[in-house]
């Protein structure tokens, strides 16, 4: 079971940028990546994903704000964040899948807060 370790969080005012990083303990090449998050009293969401081929997928709240990227050589993800809201406040966590089913481990996230 792949080991994941993000980072890259912090406190933010509205408008502004973060960029989250996501370290694998294993290759990633062929897996799905996606980054998830969770804000206090809610559910874990999918926020974006990438396939092994690079193909793409967001969440509606945050198209056109957040970009997901992989970096096989170096087993690493990154999620550009742009234009960051107060709504976007949360844990920021990433995982591995294949398919449907989520392969790695949960790390302990990366905490994002966007002040107003």
């Known amino acids: 079971q792949v080991q994941l370790v993000e980072s890259g969080g912090g406190l933010v005012q509205a408008g502004g940028s973060l960029r989250l990083s996501c370290a694998a303990s294993g290759s990633i090449s062929i897996l799905i990546m996606g980054w998830y998050r969770q804000a206090p009293g809610k559910q874990r969401e999918l926020v974006a994903d990438?396939?092994?081929?690079?193909?793409?997928n967001y969440a509606d709240s945050v198209k056109g704000r957040f970009t997901i990227s992989r970096d096989n050589a170096k087993n690493t993800v990154y999620l550009q964040m742009n234009n960051l809201k107060p709504e976007d406040t949360a844990v920021y966590y990433c995982?591995?899948?294949?398919?449907?089913?989520?392969?790695?481990?949960w790390g302990q996230g990366t905490q994002v807060t966007v002040s107003s």
């Open positions: 990438i396939t092994r081929y690079s193909i793409t």
């Open positions: 995982n591995a899948r294949i398919g449907t089913i989520v392969t790695g481990s």
